[in-house]
C-alpha cells in the first residue's frame, strides 16, 4: 500500500485546509486510516482515523469540533477537512493506513499502522 498526502501549506489563523490522503496498490477496505501530525522537536501525535469497514471516526480532544475526517472509497482518498487553525496546529501531518481488527480503544495506537505516507506540512501563521 502506498499513501500520498497533500494538501499542507500557509494559512492564517482561524483558516483552512483540507488535507488528501490517496492510497495506490493493494489497499483492502479493512483498513483504517488515520491521521498523525508532528511539530518541531515533539512525538508524533493522533489526530483523528476512520475505520475502513465502516464511517466509524475517532478524534483527538485537541481537534473535535474543528477538523473531520471522511472518505471517498470509489476514489481511495480519505480527507481531513482542518478548520479554525491555530498556530498550534502547526506540523508536518502524515496519514497511516491499517488496524484493520483495532477497537475502537486501539485506533489512536500508532503501533497498529503499517503503512504511511511522505507528509505534508501545515503552517499557520498568528
Given at each position: 500500500?502506498?499513501?500520498?498526502?497533500?494538501?499542507?501549506?500557509?494559512?492564517?489563523?482561524?483558516g483552512?485546509?483540507?488535507l488528501?490522503?490517496?492510497a495506490?496498490?493493494?489497499?483492502s477496505?479493512n483498513?483504517a486510516?488515520?491521521?498523525?501530525?508532528?511539530a518541531?522537536?515533539?512525538?508524533?501525535e493522533?489526530?483523528?482515523?476512520?475505520?475502513?469497514?465502516?464511517?466509524?471516526?475517532y478524534?483527538?480532544?485537541?481537534?473535535?469540533?474543528?477538523?473531520t475526517?471522511?472518505?471517498?472509497?470509489?476514489?481511495?482518498?480519505?480527507?481531513?477537512?482542518?478548520?479554525?487553525?491555530e498556530?498550534?496546529d502547526?506540523a508536518?501531518?502524515?496519514?497511516?493506513?491499517?488496524?484493520?481488527f483495532?477497537?475502537?480503544?486501539?485506533?489512536?495506537v500508532?503501533?497498529?499502522y503499517?503503512?504511511?505516507g511522505?507528509?505534508?506540512?501545515?503552517?499557520?501563521s498568528?
Amino acid at each position: 500500500v502506498q499513501l500520498q498526502a497533500s494538501g499542507g501549506g500557509l494559512v492564517q489563523a482561524g483558516g483552512s485546509l483540507r488535507l488528501s490522503c490517496a492510497a495506490s496498490g493493494r489497499t483492502s477496505s479493512n483498513y483504517a486510516v488515520a491521521w498523525y501530525r508532528q511539530a518541531p522537536g515533539k512525538g508524533r501525535e493522533f489526530v483523528a482515523s476512520i475505520r475502513g469497514s465502516s464511517p466509524t471516526t475517532y478524534y483527538a480532544d485537541f481537534v473535535k469540533g474543528r477538523f473531520t475526517i471522511s472518505r471517498d472509497d470509489a476514489k481511495n482518498i480519505v480527507y481531513l477537512q482542518a478548520s479554525s487553525l491555530e498556530p498550534e496546529d502547526t506540523a508536518i501531518y502524515y496519514c497511516a493506513a491499517g488496524c484493520r481488527f483495532c477497537t475502537a480503544q486501539n485506533m489512536a495506537v500508532i503501533q497498529f499502522y503499517d503503512y504511511w505516507g511522505q507528509g505534508t506540512q501545515v503552517t499557520v501563521s498568528s
